[in-house]
């Protein structure tokens, strides 16, 4: 739609009221964007400190793997 035809069906207060109704909307379209991306960062901060639980979990198990499998090779050559 080409200025010109606005122009002629609509007044100015009008076209200022409907640009302030666009302006309304992107905003409150952009807020919803906001909580969606917070809500998005929390979850990621969870699984984020599953990680880390996780990751000290399988440090842990493959340490005691290695001494335990270090512990039975000893004793199998005669080192201990």
């Known amino acids: ?24 909307n992107i905003n409150d379209t952009l807020v919803r964007f906001e909580k969606r991306f917070d809500r998005i960062d929390d979850q990621f901060e ?16 493959f340490g005691s793997l290695i001494l335990g499998l270090s512990g039975i090779m000893a004793h199998g050559f005669h080192w201990l």
Request: no cysteine; net charge neutral; aromatic share 8%.
């Open 1 to 24: 739609m080409s200025t010109q035809k606005i122009k002629d069906h609509y007044s100015d207060d009008v076209r200022l009221a409907l640009l302030e109704q666009s302006v309304n």
């Open 46 to 61: 969870a699984i984020k400190d599953n990680m880390k639980s996780d990751f000290r979990w399988l440090v842990t198990i």
